[in-house]
């Protein structure tokens, strides 16, 4: 799998795609991810990738030029699954979303800046525009991360024991159940009893129930879903 990141501060994409599961998953091959910077696009003598917007509104908007520019040589050397733009107005991001594009091949992601970016590269470059959350960042680089370290951690093969990604929150509609380690007595705070019992059935079963009980106290959002 590859995901080409398009960014006016790669700086800020280092060090969060190069530690832990994401630097394993490159290491041994699993990934690759590659920061590209949109001034290296652009044909502005000055390194410009902004410009006012037209209509005499407050901010800098990022321009087709180096947009285009980047895509258009990316695409030269592979094909694309997905071009994908973080915007506050995009379709909400879901762990469901999140497992369809761990399955595809070659992705791009193009951060969001400034006031935003010339709307014809919406209309005419990016395949899906995907939101976070219900709030706005400096820019789209965080956003970016989070898409990227979502989907490379269930990518097989990224994490040990890939049956932990599976049992993670969201993965089945719910969240996850409480969990617990040693010791099993920690200053009077006791473990439940039946995580000790030994009955599997019984603590599948629990835990079930508890994801639920969970999800239906401080998520009914995703049992109506």
């Known amino acids: ?29 699993l990934v690759e991810i590659h920061i590209h910077n949109l001034r290296d696009y652009t044909e502005d003598k000055h ?23 980047a895509v258009n040589h990316l ?10 733009y973080t915007s506050p107005d995009g379709e909400k991001y879901t762990q469901r979303e999140a497992n369809r594009l761990s399955t595809l091949k070659n992705i791009i992601i193009l951060c969001g800046h400034y006031k935003g970016i010339d709307h014809r590269i919406r209309e005419h470059l990016i395949t899906k525009e995907i939101s976070i959350g219900d ?19 269930i990518v097989p093969g990224a994490i040990g024991d ?14 996850a159940p409480p969990v617990y380690t040693r010791p099993a007595d920690f200053n009077g705070w006791k473990v439940p009893d039946i995580l000790l019992s030994g009955n599997f059935a019984k603590i599948k079963k629990w835990q079930e129930d508890l994801s639920v009980e969970r999800t239906r106290i401080l998520r009914p959002d995703l049992l109506k879903e």
Not at 2 to 15: F, K
Not at 141 to 150: N, Q
């Open 1 to 29: 799998m590859r995901i080409d990141i398009l960014t006016v501060v790669p700086e800020l994409l280092d060090s969060p795609l190069n530690e832990s599961i994401l630097k394993r998953a490159q290491n041994v091959g």
């Open 47 to 69: 390194r410009r990738v902004d410009d006012y917007p037209f209509g005499g509104d407050a901010g800098m908007v990022i321009r087709v030029e180096p947009v285009f520019n």
């Open 75 to 84: 695409k030269s050397h592979r094909e694309y699954d997905e071009i994908i």
């Open 135 to 153: 709030y706005v960042l400096t820019g789209g680089e965080l956003a970016a991360a989070v898409i990227t370290d979502s989907i490379v951690r």
């Open 162 to 175: 890939e049956t932990s990604a599976l049992t993670d929150s969201f993965q089945d509609g719910l969240l």
